[in-house]
Each structure stands twice: as structure tokens, then as C-alpha cells.
């Protein structure tokens, strides 16, 4: 069964501050996503990442979030100055390989107060 | 802009019993993939089964089968024998096809509940 590990399991930082959510995607994988999902609602798309670039994003991407793959292994999320309504799941995706199917992390909880 | 139903936010079926979860779906597109996840209550996704649009033949991976009506817009998802571990989100899911870089667009969820 393929793998998508992200870290931290759960973030809590005070309002304002910057976090960095890291995902380190299967390595055969070709295009990388991240979604998000609040307490008790659907999980929806943020953005996508190809050939070290963004390919697409969603309305909810705006600039206070960035993401990268600074080694070419990990993929990172930044958000620079964190809101309450930032509190959510956040989950990493990696595909590509087999058509159409898109492999999950385990997500990070982050937590804003 | 695709979008994608689940009316029923709760479903309940007895442990070893069938039940059946809905979807519909709105595209202008005609070929895509489309997808159940499953979300237990440590809210890792999981994927259950997925379809391409161009095939006819009804997805199938064990317990798991789906019933996918393309000319009406519909993907259900059918659990046979059901059983403890069933008992999570469900999450039906669309992807274009273009290419291989489209984002999944997800439904509201269906919780399911499953009785011993």
C-alpha cells in the first residue's frame, strides 16, 4: 500500500503566527496536493504541484499560504500569519502514477488560537 | 464547475446487512474518475473504490461495489456484509480526467453507522 507521511499529527499556534506543514509524498509520485477540511465539513482543494510549481489553486489559496519542495523530497504548506478559521485538517495527496487516484497522508490537525 | 451530492449526512445499516450510499454528480465532461474515500474517526482518507467514466462496468474491490449510472449522473456505493470497521465518513469524489493533475472535488459526506 503506497505511503504519504505528514508532520507534524497536530499543530496548535496563537493567531498570527506562521506554520509550516511538511509532507514527504511517495517517491515514484508526480503531481502533489493539499486539501483541507474543517471540523464536520467536506474536504476541499487548496492547491497543486507539479515539476516544482503550482499548477493550480483554489480561492481558499490566497497569499498567506506558499508551498515548495526544497529538497525534492518534502513538500511543504506554509500559511504566514495564521487566522482562527485556519483551524482545520489539513491533508496532503500525492498521484500520478496509476491514473486518477490520489493517495492521502494521515493530514495534520492545526489548531489556531 | 463540477460539483458533487450525498443527501444523506447519516446512514445506519445492522452489522452482515447491505447498505447503500448515495451520490449524484454535475459535469459537462465525459470522461473523468470518480471516487468513494473513507473517513474513519482518526480522519485519515482512505480510498474504497474508484471508476473510470469511460468503462461500463461497475467498479468492484470485495465488499465494496458501486452502481454508476453515467447518463443519470449517479455513483452509489454499495457495502455487502456489513461490519464494525465500515462504520465511518464516506466521502464520494470527482476528477477530471484531464491529464493526470486534476483535484478531487468531494461531497458534504455520509456518516455511517453500523449496529452489532
Known amino acids: 500500500e503506497p505511503e504519504v507521511t505528514q508532520t507534524p499529527s497536530h499543530q496548535v499556534t496563537q493567531m498570527g503566527q506562521e506554520v509550516i506543514l511538511r509532507c514527504v509524498p511517495i517517491s515514484n509520485h508526480l503531481y502533489f496536493y493539499w486539501y483541507r477540511q474543517i471540523l464536520g465539513q467536506k474536504v476541499e482543494f487548496l492547491v497543486s504541484f507539479y515539476n516544482n510549481e503550482i499548477s493550480e489553486k483554489s480561492e481558499i489559496f490566497d497569499d498567506q499560504f506558499s508551498v515548495e519542495r526544497p529538497d525534492g523530497s518534502n513538500f511543504t504548506l506554509k500559511i504566514r500569519s495564521t487566522k482562527l478559521e485556519d483551524s482545520a485538517m489539513y491533508f496532503c495527496?500525492?498521484?500520478?502514477?496509476?491514473?486518477?487516484?490520489?493517495?492521502f497522508g494521515p493530514g495534520t490537525r492545526l489548531t489556531v488560537l | 464547475a463540477q460539483t458533487v451530492t450525498q443527501s444523506q449526512p447519516e446512514m445506519s445499516v445492522q452489522e452482515a446487512e447491505t447498505v447503500t450510499l448515495s451520490c449524484t454528480y454535475d459535469t459537462s465532461e465525459s470522461d473523468y474518475y470518480l471516487f468513494w474515500y473513507k473517513q474513519p474517526p482518526s480522519r485519515q482518507m482512505i480510498l474504497v473504490i474508484r471508476?473510470?467514466?469511460?468503462?461500463?462496468q461497475n467498479a468492484t474491490e470485495n465488499r465494496f461495489s458501486v452502481n454508476f449510472q453515467k447518463a443519470a449522473k449517479s455513483f452509489s456505493l454499495k457495502i455487502s456484509d456489513s461490519q464494525l470497521g465500515d462504520a465511518a465518513m464516506y466521502f464520494c469524489?470527482?476528477?477530471?480526467?484531464?491529464?493526470?493533475?486534476?483535484?478531487?472535488?468531494f461531497g458534504k459526506g455520509t456518516k455511517l453507522s453500523v449496529k452489532p
Open positions: 469524489a470527482y476528477r477530471s480526467e484531464r491529464g493526470s493533475q486534476g483535484n478531487l472535488i
Open positions: 495527496a500525492a498521484g500520478g502514477v496509476v491514473m486518477g487516484e490520489q493517495f
Open positions: 471508476q473510470e467514466a469511460y468503462k461500463q
